[in-house]
């Protein structure tokens, strides 16, 4: 699967600790009508563990400059340690990275059993797009849609 490219993206949820993020390039639209989301997340991850607890998610969709902000929100690094130079917008009640090519804020509408992950679907409340072009990860690295390695 490492020659499908994918959107990388930080899927976020607002907990009681301040923000919590991970990066995640399992994601996608799934309905129209309603309007649903889905996030593939480990189920080790401290982010979806906040994302259970308050019943909320957001998606920034990361742009072609961003892949040390996806190297950055994929390590093991306290949420705290990730979020302390970034700067966001609460939407919803989730953070939202600031220079996402697109975002989409979501209430968390069920959880799904997906072997080593979960896979969270969420009913968008709010979503917006700044444009760009955006980061995609290929062949096991990040790179912007020219091809180059970041």
């Known amino acids: 699967m490492a020659r499908l490219p994918t959107g990388v993206t930080i899927v976020s949820a607002g907990g009681p600790q301040g923000p919590a993020g991970a990066t995640a390039n399992a994601v996608t639209s799934l309905s129209l009508d309603p309007p ?13 563990t906040v994302v259970r607890e308050t019943g909320a998610f957001g998606v920034s969709v990361l742009a072609a400059g961003q892949g040390d902000l996806a190297r950055a929100f994929a390590s093991k690094a306290s949420h705290a340690e990730k979020f302390r130079e970034v700067a966001f917008e609460q ?60």
């Not at 649903?36 to 979806?48: E, H, K, P, W």
């Not at 968008?124 to 760009?132: I, N, R, S, T, Y």
């Open 91 to 150: 939407r919803a009640g989730v953070p939202i990275l600031d220079g996402a090519v697109a975002w989409v804020a979501c209430r968390l509408r069920d959880a799904h059993d997906g072997g080593d992950h979960e896979i969270a679907v969420g009913e968008a409340l709010e979503l917006g797009a700044d444009g760009g072009d955006p980061l995609v990860f290929f062949g096991g690295g990040y790179r912007p849609l020219d091809g180059r390695h970041q």
């Open 36 to 48: 649903l989301v889905l996030a593939c997340l480990d189920r080790g991850s401290r982010t979806l």
